[in-house]
């Protein structure tokens, strides 16, 4: 069987490097992998989203309505944007950022309140974290984006070891002490 | 052993080891970074950016006829630009492979159109071969090198967005050398006038027959037999797309060359399935062919001519079959791609919105500057238009010069800008041309271009000197200003507008997102002094948004540029925290 994680955000988010590194740790336990992404203009303070699907072999590298196992948002705003695409049972990890959109700064619409319990009233398993003060509290918020890998990471059958290993051989060496310590605390996390 | 790599760096593994001695390409999403991943083999593969594709692709010319491998890449739009050079190179053949790769935008993600490339190898009578994931990428880039001398012909090798762009497993083989070959003196082959041409237009309707019997037999065209009921024919990422939604339910035909297409091959899988689908983005090309051929197909009356397809599209269509999905019921605002926290494009905007002119725009960044909150840009069709469409509304509009502007970036004017400014100067309409100098091709995510003063890899070299430039051609009035100081911009441009002459502005300031830029600690706002009168909201920075009745600076993102400054009359906006 297909298994499904995207990962939705905004433009700037650092979702790129999450699904490399979930690849490469998905690769490195002998999965066949295919990541979507989309590059260019969407990156620009837009919605992006990045497909990641592993099994023994997989055809399409894109996550269609229905089909997401996991998804992993980076912002309550995609979180529910992007909700259509989760498979009846599915998990979302959200990380409890507002982003405001350009339409809700210039007044033309409205952020919506209660995203997040309105997600888990539709009987979806919803985890809730503080992304940014993790990142923060490893040293920067650049690093949102593995804490979040690292809160996802415990809810996988996948070793600590595996993915520490990959974070090391991925991130350049200046940034490696920064993302280990914000994994390590969404992996932690109570 | 296998790698996960992007499928446009798996297209330029496959350059290396083809021993493709020359990369020259233009920039375009989906197709750039297959040109930024051949830099890492620069030892091998000399690879630079060029002012555009037609450049690009004859600069792969030059080196072919020389001998050596050579290649270049665009996105579809690219292609129009060296569609010239590309029909007659078609007539002449190569010498060493020449290889064009040219990657299409269904759905329209990074695109202003959503033309369908393989039209371009019938028109050309090119051959094209189109891969569906990473590991071909890498096969039939090296594959095209091969064909391409094996049949005298540049190889169209077909991507788009999805296979660009997505990531899967590839396994490298055995390298190949970068030999020169021979170059024999020929103009009967490589100088096309009428006599030469009409004897090579015999050989490449030749070559046509003979590419034709290489794809009836070619291992890269495969049927696999399952069900027999529904029969699938398609190719790229459409053929990933019916594997996913069919499975065993289906036969399949699986195309690697798209042109020229296999009849007999086509035919024979025809009769072994009950109910035949031609499954393809866009046009309904080989569609249309398998009707020539006199065959019963089903494709786009049930499909669509626009857009991507998808697993959960086939699925609906062929086997009636729909995915359950929850909804949040919430009202969601879309999230429009937006211009940076520091950007100096809107400095120059928020400027022309106070002056309330007419923009005759042009594609980059900058273009996002036509949506809300600064909804600034009046036209905007294909790079390089904005200047010579100014000057033709000019001459129709001479009451309106002076409130008119054309808009244009600093790789856009290189690319196809420069002889629309000649134009103006030539033909004499009052028309200000505005550069907008940030130093770098910002929008296909940062890419070198002649007025950077650096090539692809960073190393240093001339750069245009636009001032320079303006006078040689003519236009006398050229004036440079800094858009973080609106007002001073403004005031400049305003000045422009009245004098009755052509003026060349250049709006100069690099771009936030460049390494090299220092940026100031971010801005905050003096909640005491601030009344919550909105008025910083009015120049569409992401950093800025209202929190109850206060504004507030986001310091993820503000980078202190103090264009909001200007905004604010009462001094809320400070320095530091
Ligand atoms: C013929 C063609 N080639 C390439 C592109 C892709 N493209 C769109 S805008 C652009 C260049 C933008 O750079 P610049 O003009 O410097 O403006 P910036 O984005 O930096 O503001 C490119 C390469 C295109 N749309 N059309």
């Given at each position: 069987m297909t298994k499904a994680i995207m990962i939705v955000g905004v433009g700037g988010q650092g979702t790129l490097?999450?699904?490399?590194?979930?690849?490469?740790?998905?690769?490195?336990?002998?999965?066949?992998?295919?990541?979507?992404?989309?590059?260019?203009?969407?990156?620009?303070?837009?919605?992006?989203?990045?497909?990641?699907?592993?099994?023994?072999?997989?055809?399409?590298?894109?996550?269609?309505?229905?089909?997401?196992?996991?998804?992993?948002?980076?912002?309550?705003?995609?979180?529910?944007?992007?909700?259509?695409?989760?498979?009846?049972?599915?998990?979302?990890?959200?990380?409890?950022?507002?982003?405001?959109?350009?339409?809700?700064?210039?007044?033309?619409?409205?952020?919506?309140?209660?995203?997040?319990?309105?997600?888990?009233?539709?009987?979806v398993d919803v985890t809730p974290v503080d992304a940014l003060k993790l990142a923060l509290e490893a040293g920067n918020a650049k690093a949102v984006n593995v804490a979040l890998i690292g809160v996802m990471a415990k809810q996988t059958d996948i070793k600590y070891k595996v993915w520490t290993k990959i974070i090391k051989d991925t991130v350049p060496e200046k940034f490696k002490e920064l993302n280990l310590k914000a994994f390590e605390l969404g992996y932690n996390l109570k | 052993m296998k790698k996960l790599m992007l499928g446009n760096a798996a297209v330029a593994s496959g350059l290396k080891d083809a021993g493709c001695k020359l990369v020259s390409s233009y920039p375009g999403t989906p197709s750039t970074e297959i040109t930024?991943?051949?830099?890492?083999?620069?030892?091998?593969?000399?690879?630079?950016?060029?002012?555009?594709?037609?450049?690009?692709?004859?600069?792969?010319?030059?080196?072919?006829?020389?001998?050596?491998?050579?290649?270049?890449?665009?996105?579809?739009?690219?292609?129009?630009?060296?569609?010239?050079?590309?029909?007659t190179l078609s007539y002449t053949g190569v010498n060493g492979g020449l290889v064009i790769a040219v990657a299409d935008d269904p759905g329209m993600h990074s695109s202003q159109n959503e033309q369908d490339s393989r039209h371009y190898a019938r028109a050309a009578k090119v051959l094209m071969l189109e891969p569906s994931n990473s590991q071909e990428c890498y096969d039939y880039a090296k594959l095209a090198f091969v064909l391409s001398e094996q049949f005298d012909t540049p190889v169209l090798l077909r991507l788009s967005t999805r296979v660009s762009h997505s990531t899967s497993l590839v396994e490298r083989s055995n390298d190949g050398n970068g030999k020169l070959k021979e170059y024999e003196k020929n103009p009967g082959k490589y100088v096309m006038m009428p006599a030469m041409a009409k004897t090579r237009h015999e050989v490449i309707e030749k070559r046509y027959s003979a590419e034709k019997v290489w794809s009836e037999n070619s291992d890269i065209n495969t049927v696999e037999m399952n069900d027999k009921k529904i029969g699938i024919i398609a190719a790229g990422i459409t053929y990933e797309y019916a594997k996913e939604a069919l499975g065993n339910k289906a036969s399949y035909l699986k195309l690697g060359c798209v042109y020229p297409l296999p009849a007999k091959l086509i035919t024979d899988f025809a009769k072994k399935v009950e109910t035949l689908y031609v499954l393809e983005q866009l046009?309904?090309?080989?569609?249309?062919?398998?009707?020539?051929?006199?065959?019963?197909?089903?494709?786009?009356?049930?499909?669509?001519?626009?857009?991507?397809?998808?697993?959960?599209?086939?699925?609906?269509?062929?086997?009636?079959?729909?995915?359950?999905?929850?909804?949040?019921?919430?009202?969601?605002?879309?999230?429009?791609?937006?211009?940076?926290?520091g950007c100096p494009h809107r400095g120059l905007f928020t400027a022309l919105k106070q002056l309330d002119v007419f923009v005759s725009g042009d594609i980059g960044c900058y273009t996002l500057s036509s949506l809300p909150p600064l909804e600034m840009m009046d036209t905007c069709v294909c790079m390089g238009a904005s200047i010579s469409a100014l000057h033709g509304r000019n001459i129709v509009r001479p009451d309106e010069a002076k409130k008119s502007v054309a808009v244009i970036g600093d790789s856009t004017f290189m690319h196809s800008g420069i002889l629309g400014l000649v134009n103006i100067a030539y033909n004499r309409t009052n028309s200000k041309v505005i550069v907008l100098d940030?130093?770098?091709?910002?929008?296909?995510?940062?890419?070198?271009?002649?007025?950077?003063?650096?090539?692809?890899?960073?190393?240093?070299?001339?750069?245009?000197?636009?001032?320079?430039?303006a006078h040689a051609v003519g236009i006398e009035r050229v004036v440079v200003v800094d858009p973080y100081d609106i007002p001073a911009t403004k005031a400049a441009i305003a000045a422009e507008l009245e004098i009755e002459a052509p003026s060349l502005i250049i709006s100069r300031r690099p771009c936030a997102l460049l390494k090299e830029v220092k940026h100031n600690p971010p801005f905050s706002i003096d909640t005491d002094k601030c009344i919550g009168c909105k008025a910083c909201m009015k120049i569409g920075c992401p950093a800025i948004k209202m929190s109850g009745e206060k504004s507030v600076i986001d310091f993820t993102q503000c980078v202190g540029c103090g264009m909001c400054t200007s905004f604010c009359k009462f001094d809320a906006i400070k320095e530091g925290k």
């Amino acid at each position: 069987m297909t298994k499904a994680i995207m990962i939705v955000g905004v433009g700037g988010q650092g979702t790129l490097l999450a699904s490399r590194l979930l690849g490469n740790v998905l690769l490195f336990e002998g999965y066949d992998v295919k990541i979507s992404e989309v590059h260019g203009m969407s990156q620009r303070g837009g919605s992006v989203v990045t497909c990641v699907k592993f099994g023994k072999k997989v055809a399409s590298p894109i996550i269609e309505k229905g089909e997401a196992d996991i998804i992993l948002a980076f912002e309550q705003l995609e979180a529910a944007r992007w909700l259509p695409y989760l498979k009846k049972g599915g998990k979302i990890i959200v990380n409890t950022q507002c982003i405001d959109p350009m339409p809700v700064i210039t007044g033309a619409a409205k952020y919506p309140e209660n995203v997040i319990e309105t997600i888990k009233k539709l009987g979806v398993d919803v985890t809730p974290v503080d992304a940014l003060k993790l990142a923060l509290e490893a040293g920067n918020a650049k690093a949102v984006n593995v804490a979040l890998i690292g809160v996802m990471a415990k809810q996988t059958d996948i070793k600590y070891k595996v993915w520490t290993k990959i974070i090391k051989d991925t991130v350049p060496e200046k940034f490696k002490e920064l993302n280990l310590k914000a994994f390590e605390l969404g992996y932690n996390l109570k | 052993m296998k790698k996960l790599m992007l499928g446009n760096a798996a297209v330029a593994s496959g350059l290396k080891d083809a021993g493709c001695k020359l990369v020259s390409s233009y920039p375009g999403t989906p197709s750039t970074e297959i040109t930024e991943y051949a830099v890492k083999y620069k030892k091998d593969i000399h690879c630079e950016w060029a002012p555009n594709e037609k450049v690009a692709m004859e600069t792969a010319i030059g080196a072919s006829f020389a001998g050596a491998r050579a290649f270049c890449a665009q996105k579809h739009v690219g292609l129009n630009v060296a569609a010239d050079p590309l029909f007659t190179l078609s007539y002449t053949g190569v010498n060493g492979g020449l290889v064009i790769a040219v990657a299409d935008d269904p759905g329209m993600h990074s695109s202003q159109n959503e033309q369908d490339s393989r039209h371009y190898a019938r028109a050309a009578k090119v051959l094209m071969l189109e891969p569906s994931n990473s590991q071909e990428c890498y096969d039939y880039a090296k594959l095209a090198f091969v064909l391409s001398e094996q049949f005298d012909t540049p190889v169209l090798l077909r991507l788009s967005t999805r296979v660009s762009h997505s990531t899967s497993l590839v396994e490298r083989s055995n390298d190949g050398n970068g030999k020169l070959k021979e170059y024999e003196k020929n103009p009967g082959k490589y100088v096309m006038m009428p006599a030469m041409a009409k004897t090579r237009h015999e050989v490449i309707e030749k070559r046509y027959s003979a590419e034709k019997v290489w794809s009836e037999n070619s291992d890269i065209n495969t049927v696999e037999m399952n069900d027999k009921k529904i029969g699938i024919i398609a190719a790229g990422i459409t053929y990933e797309y019916a594997k996913e939604a069919l499975g065993n339910k289906a036969s399949y035909l699986k195309l690697g060359c798209v042109y020229p297409l296999p009849a007999k091959l086509i035919t024979d899988f025809a009769k072994k399935v009950e109910t035949l689908y031609v499954l393809e983005q866009l046009d309904p090309f080989v569609e249309n062919y398998c009707k020539t051929l006199g065959l019963d197909v089903r494709g786009k009356e049930e499909f669509s001519l626009l857009g991507e397809y998808s697993q959960a599209l086939i699925k609906k269509v062929i086997l009636g079959e729909e995915v359950e999905y929850i909804e949040s019921g919430l009202e969601i605002p879309g999230r429009p791609p937006v211009l940076c926290a520091g950007c100096p494009h809107r400095g120059l905007f928020t400027a022309l919105k106070q002056l309330d002119v007419f923009v005759s725009g042009d594609i980059g960044c900058y273009t996002l500057s036509s949506l809300p909150p600064l909804e600034m840009m009046d036209t905007c069709v294909c790079m390089g238009a904005s200047i010579s469409a100014l000057h033709g509304r000019n001459i129709v509009r001479p009451d309106e010069a002076k409130k008119s502007v054309a808009v244009i970036g600093d790789s856009t004017f290189m690319h196809s800008g420069i002889l629309g400014l000649v134009n103006i100067a030539y033909n004499r309409t009052n028309s200000k041309v505005i550069v907008l100098d940030n130093s770098i091709t910002g929008m296909t995510g940062h890419q070198q271009n002649p007025t950077t003063g650096k090539r692809i890899d960073g190393e240093p070299t001339t750069a245009v000197d636009l001032t320079a430039l303006a006078h040689a051609v003519g236009i006398e009035r050229v004036v440079v200003v800094d858009p973080y100081d609106i007002p001073a911009t403004k005031a400049a441009i305003a000045a422009e507008l009245e004098i009755e002459a052509p003026s060349l502005i250049i709006s100069r300031r690099p771009c936030a997102l460049l390494k090299e830029v220092k940026h100031n600690p971010p801005f905050s706002i003096d909640t005491d002094k601030c009344i919550g009168c909105k008025a910083c909201m009015k120049i569409g920075c992401p950093a800025i948004k209202m929190s109850g009745e206060k504004s507030v600076i986001d310091f993820t993102q503000c980078v202190g540029c103090g264009m909001c400054t200007s905004f604010c009359k009462f001094d809320a906006i400070k320095e530091g925290k």
